[in-house]
């Protein structure tokens, strides 16, 4: 099935800071682009803030929304979970937020807690610059020359692009597609191209599409 071609995506940072009983706790919540940058941040900010009792987090990246959180040493479903809550319901992704926390003496409680780390990323949220976002898969495609004509009648901007082209032996083309149209662009091109690569893999059946490279392309400002 293919993914729609809008998704809503963070920009930047914003922090938001609120106190419970004593207990401090910092939202931290920015813009990532992908899983591997995610755990990068949420290490420098456990690195950062050494001091503080909790570093728990919680992220989404992607059109499909893949995700993951952390409730880091504070009970279960106390507070990575509420706080990815709150970010499936903004409905924003390619975002992290973590929510340190410094332990003021007084214990809030299961309810208490969750309702802290939620509130702590509400209060991030409300200060963040949202966007709206198409994701598109690119295609590198090689034909025989005569097919060249073929390939660029299926380019209809901005669903479908050249980005770049080179002719050796063949001619050789990278597409960027909506989405919402790879798949039917990839069975189009695998009936004359020689070679049709996703994600630097090769095409392979109907399942080409799974393990797609999802790239971004800014639209105007949502929100």
């Known amino acids: 099935m293919a993914e729609s071609s809008t998704y809503l ?33 949420v290490k420098a900010y456990q690195q950062e803030y050494r001091d503080a009792s909790h570093v728990c987090w919680a992220w989404r990246t992607g059109s499909a929304s893949a995700e993951g959180c952390s409730d880091a040493g504070e009970p279960a479903g106390t507070a990575g979970m509420p ?43 409300k200060t963040l610059t949202i966007e709206a976002t198409r994701a598109v898969t690119r295609l590198r495609v090689s034909v ?14 901005p669903e479908v692009e050249i980005v770049e082209e080179s002719y050796g032996e063949q001619a050789e083309m990278l597409i960027q597609v909506d989405c919402e149209r790879a798949d039917e662009v990839c069975e189009i091109l695998e009936g004359f191209a020689t ?25 105007e400002r949502s929100s």
């Open 9 to 41: 995506v963070a920009m930047g940072q914003a922090r938001y800071e609120l106190r419970e009983k004593g207990s401090r706790f910092l939202a931290l919540v920015e813009s990532v682009a992908d899983q591997e940058t995610a755990r990068a941040r």
């Open 83 to 125: 706080m990815l809550q709150v970010l499936r319901g903004a409905e924003v992704s390619d975002v992290l937020a973590v929510v340190v926390r410094w332990f003021g003496g007084t214990k809030l409680g299961k309810g208490g807690l969750a309702r802290a780390y939620a509130g702590a990323v509400k209060g991030a949220l």
């Open 144 to 157: 025989p020359y005569g097919r060249v004509g073929d390939v660029k009648r299926l380019v209809h901007p």
């Open 195 to 219: 070679e049709v690569v996703v994600a630097g893999s090769r095409s392979a059946g109907r399942n080409r599409l799974d393990e797609k490279n999802i790239l971004i392309a800014k639209e």
